[in-house]
């Protein structure tokens, strides 16, 4: 049977990730976490202050060439994990820090082209479960199968500060739930890749199910796909 490729794409903590990386296991496809990336080159930019009281967006996409990313698998837990110019910084991406700006690195046209020309480079053999914003839409608009997950604000920053407490963050309920609402906003209303679902994509909406639940059904319906379009 042939490979597909798998797009999934929504909002922020929809368990878009969790549901990805569970379905390239099953299928034993690869899978990239395309936040990761963004994520990473915030960092870069936070760590070089190009970002943060005073931005220097020029002064970034000048640097953007000396910035390396690669996913390494962990040795232990078989996880792929970001490195930045050779530096684990897997954790350190996922801090509030990052997310309060990240949405603004994602909206530089320069930083989104060369971020679109590695994940495509990376999924040009197929067999590939990639999560993100605009992977449907821009990065594999021909991806075989397309999934859109949603679920409520609430729901989401629930999730999102239970995972935050339990790395030890000091964040509060009201200030993950706005870092959300925000993100939401501006990842669907900037210029260039808003986040939108594809005509053709699939929407699963999480709110009141369990995310075992939803991907045993996205699990049956990828198999059946592949059967069809591998
Ligand atoms: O999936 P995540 O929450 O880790 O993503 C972090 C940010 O990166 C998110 O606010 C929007 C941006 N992003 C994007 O613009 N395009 C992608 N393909 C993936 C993420």
Request: net charge neutral; proline share 2%; charged share 30%.
């Given at each position: 049977?042939g ?14 990730s ?13 899978y ?6 963004y ?40 996880r ?6 050779g ?12 997310s ?7 909206a530089i ?15 040009k ?7 993100g ?14 999934l859109?997950?949603?679920?409520s604000?609430?729901?989401r920053?629930?999730?999102?500060y ?5 790395k030890g ?9 706005k ?6 906003r ?8 808003p ?5 053709d ?12 639940e ?11 796909v592949?059967?069809?379009e591998?």
């Open positions: 049977m490979k597909i490729t798998i797009a999934v794409d929504g909002y922020s903590s929809t368990g878009k969790t549901i990805a990386k569970r379905l390239a296991t099953a299928l034993g496809y690869i990239v976490d395309t936040g990761a990336m994520r990473a080159v915030t960092l870069y930019a936070l760590n070089n202050g190009f970002i943060g009281t005073q931005d220097d967006i020029p002064g970034l996409v000048k640097q953007l060439p000396k910035i390396k990313l690669k996913f390494v698998p962990n040795k232990e837990t078989g792929s994990e970001m490195y930045l110019n530096e684990n910084v897997e954790e350190e991406i996922r801090t509030m820090k990052v309060r700006q990240v949405s603004k690195v994602a046209g320069e930083v989104r082209t060369k971020l679109v020309e590695m994940q495509q480079q990376m999924g053999d197929k067999g590939i479960v990639m999560d914003r605009d992977i449907g839409t821009v990065v594999f608009p021909e991806a075989e199968l397309k859109f997950m949603t679920a604000p609430e729901i920053a629930t999730r999102r239970k995972e935050l407490l339990d963050e000091k964040v509060t309920f009201a200030e993950v739930l870092n959300v609402q925000e993100r939401d501006i990842d669907s209303t900037r210029s260039i890749s986040l939108k679902k594809a005509k994509a699939i929407e699963f909406d999480n709110s009141d199910m369990g995310l075992e939803q991907f045993e059904r996205i699990h049956e319906f990828a198999k059946r592949i059967a069809k591998g």
